[in-house]
Protein backbone atom coordinates (compact mmCIF):
# COMPACT_ATOMS: atom_id res chain seq x y z
CA UNK A 1 0.00 0.00 0.00
CA UNK A 2 0.58 3.39 -0.25
CA UNK A 3 1.39 6.16 2.60
CA UNK A 4 1.41 9.92 1.93
CA UNK A 5 2.26 12.89 4.04
CA UNK A 6 1.25 16.05 4.05
CA UNK A 7 1.01 18.67 7.30
CA UNK A 8 -2.12 19.40 8.78
CA UNK A 9 -2.66 23.06 8.38
CA UNK A 10 -1.31 26.20 6.55
CA UNK A 11 -1.79 29.87 7.15
CA UNK A 12 -1.11 32.32 4.86
CA UNK A 13 -2.25 36.33 3.75
CA UNK A 14 -3.49 37.34 1.23
CA UNK A 15 -1.33 37.75 -1.71
CA UNK A 16 1.26 36.23 -0.38
CA UNK A 17 2.35 32.83 -2.19
CA UNK A 18 2.38 29.09 -0.19
CA UNK A 19 3.88 25.70 -0.57
CA UNK A 20 2.00 22.81 0.26
CA UNK A 21 4.52 19.84 0.49
CA UNK A 22 3.50 15.95 0.32
CA UNK A 23 6.10 13.01 0.21
CA UNK A 24 5.04 9.84 -0.78
CA UNK A 25 6.00 5.91 -0.15
CA UNK A 26 4.91 3.84 -2.89
CA UNK A 27 5.07 0.00 -3.56
CA UNK A 28 4.59 1.50 -7.60
CA UNK A 29 4.52 5.16 -8.83
CA UNK A 30 2.46 6.59 -11.53
CA UNK A 31 2.16 10.08 -10.75
CA UNK A 32 0.79 12.53 -7.85
CA UNK A 33 -2.30 14.32 -8.03
CA UNK A 34 -3.81 17.26 -6.33
CA UNK A 35 -7.29 18.09 -5.10
CA UNK A 36 -9.12 21.02 -3.52
CA UNK A 37 -12.01 20.79 -1.31
CA UNK A 38 -14.14 23.56 0.29
CA UNK A 39 -15.69 22.97 3.76
CA UNK A 40 -18.68 21.36 3.05
CA UNK A 41 -17.56 20.99 -0.80
CA UNK A 42 -16.47 17.71 -2.90
CA UNK A 43 -13.13 17.69 -3.84
CA UNK A 44 -12.06 19.13 -7.32
CA UNK A 45 -8.96 17.91 -9.43
CA UNK A 46 -6.65 20.64 -9.89
CA UNK A 47 -3.42 18.95 -11.06
CA UNK A 48 -1.30 15.95 -11.86
CA UNK A 49 2.20 15.14 -12.18
CA UNK A 50 3.82 11.57 -13.65
CA UNK A 51 7.06 13.37 -14.58
CA UNK A 52 9.42 15.46 -12.84
CA UNK A 53 9.14 18.98 -13.06
CA UNK A 54 6.52 21.75 -12.49
CA UNK A 55 3.62 21.55 -13.81
CA UNK A 56 1.68 25.76 -14.03
CA UNK A 57 -2.06 26.48 -14.21
CA UNK A 58 -2.70 29.96 -13.44
CA UNK A 59 -2.04 31.03 -9.85
CA UNK A 60 -1.26 27.00 -8.81
CA UNK A 61 1.86 25.29 -10.02
CA UNK A 62 2.33 21.44 -9.01
CA UNK A 63 5.96 20.06 -8.83
CA UNK A 64 7.27 16.10 -8.28
CA UNK A 65 10.60 14.78 -7.68
CA UNK A 66 10.46 11.56 -8.54
CA UNK A 67 13.89 10.72 -7.04
CA UNK A 68 12.95 12.34 -3.86
CA UNK A 69 9.27 11.03 -3.62
CA UNK A 70 8.22 14.25 -2.60
CA UNK A 71 5.95 17.36 -4.80
CA UNK A 72 4.47 20.26 -3.57
CA UNK A 73 1.25 22.24 -4.46
CA UNK A 74 2.47 26.08 -5.17
CA UNK A 75 -0.48 28.65 -4.54
CA UNK A 76 0.46 31.85 -5.76
CA UNK A 77 -1.61 35.69 -5.01
CA UNK A 78 -3.36 34.23 -2.76
CA UNK A 79 -6.64 35.20 -2.67
CA UNK A 80 -9.30 34.59 0.45
CA UNK A 81 -11.33 31.87 -1.92
CA UNK A 82 -8.42 29.77 -2.08
CA UNK A 83 -9.08 28.73 1.88
CA UNK A 84 -9.80 25.24 1.71
CA UNK A 85 -8.29 21.76 2.44
CA UNK A 86 -5.76 20.48 -0.51
CA UNK A 87 -5.55 16.79 -0.95
CA UNK A 88 -2.42 15.02 -2.99
CA UNK A 89 -2.97 11.45 -3.95
CA UNK A 90 -1.35 8.41 -5.47
CA UNK A 91 -1.98 5.28 -7.15
CA UNK A 92 -2.43 2.16 -5.73
CA UNK A 93 -3.73 -1.47 -5.71
CA UNK A 94 -6.76 -2.24 -4.52
CA UNK A 95 -8.58 -4.93 -2.90
CA UNK A 96 -9.21 -6.68 -5.85
CA UNK A 97 -5.91 -5.97 -7.63
CA UNK A 98 -7.74 -3.16 -9.00
CA UNK A 99 -5.97 0.72 -9.09
CA UNK A 100 -7.20 2.87 -7.01
CA UNK A 101 -6.06 6.51 -5.74
CA UNK A 102 -5.30 6.90 -2.01
CA UNK A 103 -5.26 10.26 -0.72
CA UNK A 104 -3.38 12.04 1.75
CA UNK A 105 -4.77 13.55 5.16
CA UNK A 106 -5.65 16.21 3.43
CA UNK A 107 -3.42 20.19 4.70
CA UNK A 108 -5.91 22.83 5.42
CA UNK A 109 -5.26 25.93 4.17
CA UNK A 110 -6.67 29.64 6.19
CA UNK A 111 -5.58 32.74 4.26
CA UNK A 112 -5.96 35.70 5.81
CA UNK A 113 -6.76 39.60 5.23
CA UNK B 1 -20.76 21.79 -11.09
CA UNK B 2 -19.01 18.81 -11.79
CA UNK B 3 -22.09 17.91 -13.86
CA UNK B 4 -22.15 14.23 -11.75
CA UNK B 5 -25.49 14.16 -9.07
CA UNK B 6 -26.13 12.54 -6.02
CA UNK B 7 -29.05 12.29 -3.82
CA UNK B 8 -30.31 12.53 -1.47
CA UNK B 9 -28.06 15.43 0.08
CA UNK B 10 -28.62 14.46 3.56
CA UNK B 11 -30.07 11.40 5.55
CA UNK B 12 -30.19 10.98 9.33
CA UNK B 13 -31.28 7.66 9.98
CA UNK B 14 -30.92 4.76 13.16
CA UNK B 15 -28.36 2.40 14.32
CA UNK B 16 -28.88 -0.98 12.61
CA UNK B 17 -31.09 0.49 9.79
CA UNK B 18 -30.42 -0.04 5.69
CA UNK B 19 -29.78 3.12 2.86
CA UNK B 20 -29.26 3.55 -0.62
CA UNK B 21 -27.07 6.07 -1.44
CA UNK B 22 -27.30 7.06 -5.97
CA UNK B 23 -25.26 8.59 -8.00
CA UNK B 24 -25.71 9.83 -11.59
CA UNK B 25 -22.08 10.20 -13.69
CA UNK B 26 -21.69 13.02 -16.03
CA UNK B 27 -22.60 11.96 -19.54
CA UNK B 28 -20.46 9.96 -21.77
CA UNK B 29 -18.56 8.91 -18.31
CA UNK B 30 -18.69 4.93 -18.17
CA UNK B 31 -16.66 4.52 -14.82
CA UNK B 32 -18.34 4.99 -11.01
CA UNK B 33 -16.19 5.18 -7.99
CA UNK B 34 -17.37 5.74 -4.32
CA UNK B 35 -15.50 7.36 -1.77
CA UNK B 36 -16.20 7.89 1.89
CA UNK B 37 -15.07 11.04 4.09
CA UNK B 38 -14.69 10.76 8.03
CA UNK B 39 -12.75 13.29 10.20
CA UNK B 40 -10.93 10.53 11.07
CA UNK B 41 -10.23 8.27 8.32
CA UNK B 42 -10.30 11.16 5.55
CA UNK B 43 -11.06 10.30 2.09
CA UNK B 44 -10.74 7.09 1.77
CA UNK B 45 -11.52 4.74 -1.28
CA UNK B 46 -14.60 2.19 -1.29
CA UNK B 47 -15.77 0.65 -5.09
CA UNK B 48 -15.56 1.21 -8.63
CA UNK B 49 -17.69 0.59 -11.21
CA UNK B 50 -17.23 0.23 -15.38
CA UNK B 51 -19.88 -0.09 -17.42
CA UNK B 52 -21.67 -1.97 -15.13
CA UNK B 53 -18.69 -4.33 -13.72
CA UNK B 54 -16.76 -4.30 -10.55
CA UNK B 55 -13.17 -3.02 -11.07
CA UNK B 56 -11.29 -2.37 -8.09
CA UNK B 57 -12.41 -2.54 -4.20
CA UNK B 58 -10.98 -0.48 -1.84
CA UNK B 59 -11.61 -1.12 2.08
CA UNK B 60 -15.16 -1.43 1.78
CA UNK B 61 -16.76 -2.90 4.78
CA UNK B 62 -19.07 -6.69 4.16
CA UNK B 63 -22.41 -4.46 4.98
CA UNK B 64 -21.46 -1.92 2.41
CA UNK B 65 -22.42 -2.88 -1.26
CA UNK B 66 -22.70 -1.50 -4.68
CA UNK B 67 -24.28 -1.92 -8.33
CA UNK B 68 -23.90 0.08 -11.65
CA UNK B 69 -26.97 0.18 -14.07
CA UNK B 70 -27.23 -0.16 -17.59
CA UNK B 71 -27.76 3.48 -17.58
CA UNK B 72 -24.90 4.03 -15.48
CA UNK B 73 -25.91 5.08 -12.82
CA UNK B 74 -24.94 3.89 -9.65
CA UNK B 75 -25.89 2.94 -6.30
CA UNK B 76 -24.40 2.30 -3.23
CA UNK B 77 -25.85 0.19 -0.16
CA UNK B 78 -25.29 0.68 3.88
CA UNK B 79 -27.01 -2.06 6.01
CA UNK B 80 -26.85 -2.83 9.57
CA UNK B 81 -25.44 0.73 10.45
CA UNK B 82 -23.57 1.74 13.06
CA UNK B 83 -22.60 4.83 14.61
CA UNK B 84 -19.49 4.90 12.68
CA UNK B 85 -20.81 4.91 9.63
CA UNK B 86 -21.86 8.64 9.65
CA UNK B 87 -19.81 10.01 7.20
CA UNK B 88 -19.67 12.11 3.90
CA UNK B 89 -20.28 9.76 0.93
CA UNK B 90 -19.13 10.82 -2.48
CA UNK B 91 -19.39 9.34 -5.83
CA UNK B 92 -16.53 10.23 -8.49
CA UNK B 93 -16.70 9.48 -12.58
CA UNK B 94 -14.31 9.06 -14.94
CA UNK B 95 -14.86 8.57 -18.94
CA UNK B 96 -12.80 5.33 -18.94
CA UNK B 97 -11.98 1.88 -17.13
CA UNK B 98 -8.63 2.20 -16.04
CA UNK B 99 -7.88 4.33 -13.04
CA UNK B 100 -8.11 8.24 -13.92
CA UNK B 101 -6.25 10.26 -11.64
CA UNK B 102 -8.62 13.43 -13.14
CA UNK B 103 -12.26 12.12 -11.59
CA UNK B 104 -15.22 14.10 -11.09
CA UNK B 105 -16.84 13.97 -7.57
CA UNK B 106 -20.46 14.43 -6.95
CA UNK B 107 -21.88 16.76 -4.09
CA UNK B 108 -21.51 13.89 -1.71
CA UNK B 109 -24.51 13.14 0.31
CA UNK B 110 -23.98 13.10 4.24
CA UNK B 111 -24.89 10.21 6.23
CA UNK B 112 -25.87 10.42 10.06
CA UNK B 113 -26.54 7.51 11.60
CA UNK B 114 -28.00 8.32 15.69
Known amino acids: GQSLEQPSEVTAVEGAIVQINCTYQTSGFYGLSWYQQHDGGAPTFLSYNALDGLEETG ?3 SFLSRSDSYGYLLLQELQMKDS ?20 GGGTRLMVKP | DSGVTQTPKHLITATGQRVTLRCSPRSGDLSVYWYQQSLDQGLQF ?3 Y ?6 AKGNILERFSAQQFPDLHSELNLSSLELGDSALYFCASS ?18 VL
Open chain 1, 84 to 103: ASYFCAVRDRSGNAGNMLTF
Open chain 2, 95 to 112: VEGRLQETQYFGPGTRLL
Open chain 1, 59 to 61: RFS
Open chain 2, 46 to 48: LIQ
Open chain 2, 50 to 55: YNGEER
